[in-house]
């Protein structure tokens, strides 16, 4: 049942990837100031929208996990992180690429830019300690932990770098200044479909990874009773 | 609540006492700030208006590494001997347990501070007398930032694989808001500006309150598994 959910959300996620994608790539004009990197935004934007919403499922999953002690929330959290952090860097690598061409630089530490990296690194630390903890209950617990910690973090990370540099470098037409073309909406919000669709399968994948690898040191710890 | 509090206090001593006994960490916390402070030294030859620009930074670095080496200590002490599953074992809560920590923690961080600040001014050439106390006050402040997420991550990691290298991956991440703050406070007061620093100050004093509630929250769930 969970294999043919896994075909569906990826087999869906990829036509309307393309079909998107052919419609930003062929279909659509160019930006009238930028030239042809002004559709970046189609990718990048709605990569960091479906990284926040896989976060927000990890740290609630983390949330729930504290609660209830629940080992699916644990792992429904970890194959979220780990999804989210994919979207962050195609997130970071794309703004990169449109920063190196309308910038002129590679990278600034504008606060966008910079809570944005923070997030991916808090997260980053979060995977790497995984592996480090041998006891699952803790492994769970401390995980849960880092997540809601990071999470805490973010907001202050990005009014930290606003206070020390009030200067916008990053544009905004998305969500403060609205000022995007009403014919872009619709790229943009199907793009964030395919995102979470495709991000769906990959952490319906995970899961089914995780709760195998479970499984395995529940047989294991079993054995070495016997 | 008041038994609590001095069951915190009592731990705070304990740890404090068997510190100074030993001097492990507060030795090496302390050559290890002034050794970076010579590395600086070495790696920035600046005109002394430049120096001011960076001086801010210089010192907090400065304190956040070796920070890294006293809150590194704070739980993983109580390993040998099964000390920690004693002390989770008595009757004193997991808040006032990791508050004792902290406090602690805070105080060795504040001797080493305190102690590498002189060392500081005289191999930067950088005058901080003048305007001591508002730097004082803020050095208490981001202190307690540094050590309470520390202590926090400490306890995280006292069962973990690579406990050294993974402290400062989690923690350094996490601080960069509060060292956003302490660092352009630093700056400016000693620039001798004494006045243009609330928005900072506040920054810091946020990061305080947050995390020493969070952390006071979650160390029940940390402690007990």
């Not at chain 2, 609590?4 to 001097?23: C, N, Y």
């Not at chain 2, 050294?164 to 302490?182: C, K, R, W």
């Not at chain 2, 990061?207 to 598994?225: G, P, Q």
Request: charged residues 15%.
């Amino acid at each position: 049942m969970r294999e043919k959910k896994i075909y569906i959300l990826a087999i869906l996620g990829t036509i309307l990837m393309v079909a998107t994608m052919y419609d930003i790539l062929v279909r659509m004009p160019d930006e009238a100031q930028q030239g042809p990197i002004g559709k970046m935004l189609l990718v990048h934007v709605p990569a960091a929208f479906a990284a926040f919403t896989f976060y927000g499922v990890a740290v609630w999953n983390s949330i729930r996990f504290l609660a209830k002690k629940d080992f699916h929330a644990d792992s429904l959290a970890v194959s979220n992180v780990e999804v989210a952090q994919v979207f962050t860097l195609i997130n970071l690598v794309t703004g990169s690429l449109w920063g190196h061409i309308i910038w002129g630089i590679w990278w600034t530490w504008d606060f966008r830019l910079t809570s944005q990296f923070m997030c991916f690194m808090l997260y980053l630390g979060y995977l790497l300690m995984r592996p480090a903890v041998a006891d699952a209950t803790q492994r769970a617990t401390m995980s849960a932990i880092l997540a809601i910690l990071a999470v805490a973090d973010i907001p202050l990370v990005f009014f930290a770098i606003r206070l020390r540099d009030a200067r916008m470098q990053h544009p905004s037409p998305v969500l403060e200044t609205g000022k995007m073309d009403p014919s872009w909406w619709p790229p943009f919000l199907l793009m964030w479909v395919v995102y979470l669709l495709i991000g769906g399968a990959l952490i319906s994948l995970r899961l089914r990874q995780e709760t195998v690898r479970r499984e395995m040191d529940s047989l294991r710890r079993e054995l070495h009773a016997i | 609540m008041k038994r609590d509090l001095l069951s915190a206090l009592f731990i705070a001593r304990k740890d404090l006492r068997t510190e100074f006994r030993t001097k492990e960490a507060l030795n090496a916390a302390v050559s290890f700030a002034l050794v970076v402070l010579v590395l600086f030294s070495f790696a920035f030859d600046l005109e002394r208006d430049e120096l001011y620009d960076i001086s801010g930074g210089l010192l907090w670095i400065v304190y956040v590494f070796a920070g890294s080496l006293i809150v590194n200590r704070s739980f993983t002490r109580e390993v040998p001997n099964d000390c920690l599953d004693v002390l989770v074992a008595s009757p004193v809560p997991a808040w006032a347990l990791f508050l004792g920590k902290a406090i602690s923690s805070f105080t060795l961080l504040m001797v080493v501070e305190l102690v590498s600040l002189p060392f500081y001014g005289l191999f930067n050439n950088i005058i901080w007398l003048k305007t001591f106390w508002p730097h004082f006050g803020l050095m208490l402040l981001a202190t307690w930032g540094i050590t309470v997420t520390g202590v926090a991550f400490s306890a995280v990691t006292v069962n973990v694989r690579l406990r050294e290298l993974m402290l400062p991956v989690l923690h350094y991440p996490l601080l960069i808001p509060l060292l956003i703050g302490a660092m352009e406070m630093s700056t400016s007061l000693l620039r001798g500006d004494v006045v243009n620093n609330e928005p900072n100050l506040r920054l810091v004093a946020v990061f305080d309150a947050i995390f020493t509630a969070l952390s006071l929250y979650l160390i029940e769930f940390i402690l007990v598994t």
